[in-house]
């Protein structure tokens, strides 16, 4: 009887146990579970498949850099987390070229806004979604311009700001402003390229230090050591000086 309990509680330490007993009692068969998802407990493992991540998602924060607690109508979920599982790859259907993924679990992303299937895995907020719609990944525990690092063909860029001006000349503060937010600025990360079709990875048109027009209401904001950046694709930038 103590080599059962024993054995019991070292196999739960590593995964949930289901019982099946018949009606007179006398059988019993211990099978292993290998967590819940959405409540539900699942018999094998839970592996994303193709392209697709499974990100574990980051908890809301409770205050700011400076340690000042952040009441309830303030506090924010950032769209990052940890990678916890990935699949193998997208293949190309008429090529058979196999892309390889451009995370791997531990890794640290951020994706873009209203991305991905939201799941519950083993009772924690998770998120399904490609690895084309991740922005960033990065190492240790906050990201920076030196921890950071741009997938695909994204690019980062600083936008410049500027004040509207009325037609009477009359200089608008920003929340006054009705426009599209900015699409001019300087270039200050980018990614390594997308592939084509035939698996040659094709190279990006611009580099760090150039200034670039992008499309309006393109890209996504990200937010590094208290100053905004915009992530855009390759294919929204217009132009480069």
Do not use: W
Not at 144 to 172: A, C, F, P, R
Not at 202 to 223: I, L, P
């Amino acid at each position: 009887m103590k080599f059962v309990v024993g054995l019991v509680a070292i196999l739960s330490a590593q995964s949930a146990l289901a019982f099946t007993v018949s009606n007179d009692g006398a059988r019993r068969t211990l099978s292993r579970c290998y967590g819940t998802l959405d409540g539900k407990a699942i018999d094998g493992e839970f592996a994303p498949v193709n392209n697709m991540v499974l990100i574990k998602l980051d908890a809301k924060r409770e205050s700011t850099d400076g340690g000042l607690l952040l009441s309830n109508k303030v506090k924010v979920k950032k769209n990052e987390g940890m990678v916890v599982a990935a699949g193998t790859g997208k293949v190309n259907q008429e090529t058979g070229f196999k892309v390889d993924m451009q995370v791997a679990a531990g890794d640290k992303v951020l994706y873009g806004a209203y991305i991905g299937s939201q799941v519950n895995y083993n009772g924690d907020p998770h998120v399904l979604l490609q690895d084309s719609d991740i922005l960033v990944k990065y190492t240790g525990e906050k990201l920076s311009m030196e921890t950071g690092e741009m997938l695909l063909d994204n690019v980062m860029v600083k936008v410049q700001e500027k004040e509207e001006e009325s037609t009477s000349g009359i200089l608008l503060a920003k929340s006054n402003s009705a426009k599209a937010k900015p699409t001019l600025g300087e270039v200050v990360k980018v990614g390594p390229g997308r592939f084509a079709m035939n698996g040659k990875l094709m190279g990006m048109d611009v580099e760090e230090g150039d200034m670039v027009r992008f499309r309006d209401f393109a890209g996504n904001t990200v937010e590094i050591d208290d100053e905004e950046y915009s992530v855009v694709r390759m294919n929204d930038i217009l132009a480069k000086f």
